[in-house]
C-alpha cells in the first residue's frame, strides 16, 4: 500500500523560508508525477507546483519566481523550497503522487500546514 507522508510544516514571518519534504512509500514502482496543493481557509484547493518523472515542473503563478520543487535523493520524495512567504500562503499543503501504472490512481499526505504571519 502506498504511504505519501509530508514534514516541514510550521509557523513563519512574511518574508521568510520554509521546507516541504514528501514522500511516498510502501511500492517498488516510481511515480510519474508528484506534486503540492494547498487549501486556504474559505478556499477550493489549488495545485502549487508539480514534477514530473522527466523533471519536468509546473509552477501556479502565485508562487512562481518564490517556490521551488525538485526531487530528493530517495526514489518518490519530493522538496517544496518556499521563499518570500506572503501571509497569503497560508494553507494546509498536502503532498500528491500520481501512479498510473500499475495502480492508475493518485495518492495522498494528511496535509502539514503552513502558516505566514504578516
Known amino acids: 500500500q502506498v504511504r505519501v507522508v509530508e514534514s516541514g510544516g510550521g509557523f513563519v514571518q512574511a518574508g521568510g523560508s520554509l521546507r516541504l519534504s514528501c514522500s511516498a512509500s510502501?511500492?517498488?514502482?516510481?511515480?510519474?508525477?508528484m506534486g503540492w496543493y494547498r487549501r486556504a481557509p474559505g478556499k477550493q484547493r489549488e495545485l502549487v507546483a508539480s514534477?514530473?518523472?522527466?523533471?519536468?515542473?509546473n509552477y501556479s503563478d502565485s508562487v512562481k519566481g518564490r517556490f521551488t520543487i525538485s526531487r530528493g535523493n530517495v526514489k518518490n520524495t519530493v522538496v517544496l523550497q518556499m521563499n518570500s512567504l506572503k501571509a497569503e500562503d497560508t494553507a494546509v499543503y498536502y503532498c500528491n503522487a500520481q501512479f498510473r501504472r500499475p495502480y492508475d490512481r493518485d495518492y495522498w499526505g494528511q496535509g502539514t500546514q503552513v502558516t505566514v504571519s504578516s
Open positions: 510502501g511500492t517498488i514502482f516510481t511515480a510519474d508525477e
Open positions: 514534477i514530473t518523472s522527466g523533471d519536468s515542473t
